[in-house]
Every structure is written in C-alpha cells, then in structure tokens.
C-alpha cells in the first residue's frame, strides 16, 4: 500500500519561509517522478514543482526564483523549500509520486499572513 505523508506546513508571514517535507512509502520511489501540487480555495490544483528519478526539476513560473525542490531517494522523501512567501502563495500543498498512476498525500496547509 502506498503511503504518501506530508509535513511542515503553517503560518508564516509574507517574505518568510516554510520546508514542506513528505515521505513515501509502499513504492520504488527513486525510479519516479515526484513534486508537489498545490490547491487554493476556489481554484483548480496547480503544479508547483516536481523532480524526475535523474533530478530534473520544473516549477511553476510563479515560484521560479523562491522555491526549491528536492529528494532524497536514500530516505524516500521530497521536499518543497519555500522562501520569500507571498499571501498568494497560501493554498493546501499536495505531494504526489507518479508512475503508471498518481499518488497523493492528504495535503498540508500553508498560510501567508500576517
């Protein structure tokens, strides 16, 4: 069975920052690609960031710049460092790993605010 469980999210302030962690289990993790969408109320889940088995990366346009994705195949984990948090930026934060389907975590979520 596979288990996908996120954490560190929460309350920041505008122009802080915030590590999203989430660790797999129950799946060949090192062989998949593996990121992290994100869903704000009202709107559709976006892609954010994501990482390929050979550590290729692609991010949104928004988070360009401020966001940095990584893994650990060793611990089967990915993580989200985010730095320079925007309000827009609050949203349920979801990891996923994807093979021939897509895995998901419950979400985490984060809030910029102050």
């Known amino acids: 069975q596979v288990q996908l469980v996120e954490s560190g999210g929460g309350l920041v302030q505008p122009g802080g920052s915030l590590r999203l962690s989430c660790a797999a289990s129950?799946?060949?993790?090192?062989?998949?690609?593996t990121g992290w969408y994100r869903q704000a109320p009202g709107k559709q889940r976006e892609l954010v960031a994501a990482?390929?088995?050979?550590?290729?990366?692609t991010y949104a346009d928004s988070v360009k710049g401020r966001f940095t994705i990584s893994r650990d195949n060793a611990k089967n984990t990915v993580a989200l460092q985010m730095s320079s948090l925007k309000p827009e930026d609050t949203a349920v934060y979801y990891c996923?790993?994807?093979?021939?389907?897509?895995?998901w975590g419950q979400g985490t979520q984060v809030t910029v605010s102050s």
């Open positions: 990482i390929t088995s050979a550590k290729t990366t």
């Open positions: 996923y790993v994807r093979n021939i389907v897509t895995y």
């Open positions: 129950g799946i060949a993790f090192s062989i998949y690609t």
